[in-house]
């Protein structure tokens, strides 16, 4: 049964890290990174990791954390946010190793453990891809106000060509696990350094 995530809580312009300015096209909106300390939830899931793992929040504590929620077979969004991520570890030089990302499939019936791992390693191979059950994945969808939606496919023939909805905010917490940022996948990887640095 495909699902829809629970609803989005958090105005659609903030949770996806942009300004509602009336009347602007995706690119002519002004972009910027949210301080949301206080505003959401500290980090906490369990969830599956390849080789069989299963990880919580605690597996990354002591780590600035950049969560990212998508999907493998996403066409666009994904890719171009994962190797802006990968562009910020880079530029972190050294100091990468006290960082982590964190990318959590909203595709649970494609999206094993072992083809997430392979998707993010692609970008990134400190990066982690984590899934679960529907249950696990709403969860902690919910729990940072993120919105997605798995419609159904175009080719009943073929009931694995379908397409996923999500949202586009990338998540930063704090070593402590604290949530202090909410960056648009617009940000520019210097932008997104600029502030992973503060929190090292």
Known sequence: MLALAAPLVLHAAVAQGIPDVPGATQSQRPTTIYPIANHLPDLSFSLNASEGKTLTEESVKGKVVMLFFGYASCPDICPTTMAQLSEVMQQLGPRASEAQILFISVDPHRDTPEVLQAYVNAFNNGAIGLTGSEQQIASVARRYRVA????KPKDASNPQAYEVMH?????????????????SD?????????????LL
Do not use: C, M, W
């Open 148 to 151: 997605y939606q798995i419609n």
């Open 167 to 183: 949202g586009r905010g990338i998540y930063i917490f704090d070593k402590e696990g604290h949530a202090r940022y909410l960056a």
């Open 186 to 198: 617009s940000e520019t990887p210097e932008q997104v350094t600029e502030k992973i640095r503060t």
